[in-house]
T-cell receptor
Framework: LAKTTQPISMDSYEGQEVNITCSHN???????ITWYQQFPSQGPRFIIQ???TKVTNEVASLFIPADRKSSTLSLPRVSLSDTAVYYC???????????????FGQGTELSVKP | ETGVTQSPTHLIKTRGQQVTLRCSSQ?????VSWYQQALGQGPQFIFQ???????GRGNFPPRFSGLQFPNYSSELNVNALELDDSALYLC????????????????FGPGTRLTVL
């Protein structure tokens, strides 16, 4: 399973766009990139998933360059409620990956200030 | 709100005791996974069940065991508790059965905070 590297922490202000980059140099052909968000004392919550190029939903955008060795989660116009830990996960499906387990790293702690 | 509930919310045990944690998955979700999250760390995969059968296990000793029931509920049992077992225990359910072509979206409960003294 590909190892991921992301910043331990980031600070931002309300209304700004936040970009969190994740490095995954040894990503495999079958791997997808998934981001989860976790608030204190809650379980992680799925944000977005992609394989290549750009994916957008109502919450965020995910940019994946052609070589797929990194990805960037973009949060438009953050608010105080976006303060959370953001995890970048790289892995394949349960067809190849025993049990379909999710491999979490330490994540990026995003702090949004007024 | 993910529709996944866990009980109890908090629990305090002493070293050597046994504990059972419970999870109720979303209706229709036949896959449930359990994770352990130590303070300041990301969740670590314990095991996964699909239709009441274990379908993958992480690097946890046999004293961590589980059960899944037909009514979308499941249990995590930990025997001979150790101080290092203090953590947030999360269960996550997913709709897709094993064998899909992309990673499942897993829906997490709020967790049970276990403290071992």
């Amino acid at each position: 399973l590909a190892k991921t590297t992301q910043p331990i922490s980031m600070d931002s202000y309300e209304g700004q766009e936040v970009n969190i980059t994740c490095s995954h140099n040894n990503i495999a052909t079958n791997d997808y990139i998934t981001w989860y968000q976790q608030f204190p004392s809650q379980g992680p919550r799925f944000i977005i998933q992609g394989y290549k190029t750009k994916v957008t939903n109502e919450v965020a955008s995910l940019f994946i360059p052609a070589d797929r060795k990194s990805s960037t989660l973009s949060l438009p116009r953050v608010s105080l409620s976006d303060t959370a830990v953001y995890y970048c996960l790289v892995g394949d499906s349960s067809r190849y990956n025993q049990g379909g387990k999710l491999i979490f790293g330490q994540g990026t702690e995003l702090s949004v200030k007024p | 709100e993910t529709g996944v509930t866990q009980s109890p919310t908090h629990l305090i045990k002493t070293r050597g005791q046994q504990v059972t944690l419970r999870c109720s998955s979303q209706s229709g979700h036949n896959t449930v996974s359990w994770y352990q999250q130590a303070l300041g760390q990301g969740p670590q995969f314990i095991f996964q069940y699909y239709r009441e059968e274990e379908n993958g296990r992480g690097n946890f000793p046999p004293r961590f065991s589980g059960l899944q029931f037909p009514n979308y509920s499941s249990e995590l049992n930990v025997n001979a508790l150790e101080l290092d077992d203090s953590a947030l225990y999360l269960c996550a359910s997913s709709l897709d059965p094993p064998g899909q072509t992309r990673p499942d979206t897993q829906y997490f409960g709020p967790g049970t905070r276990l403290t071992v003294l």
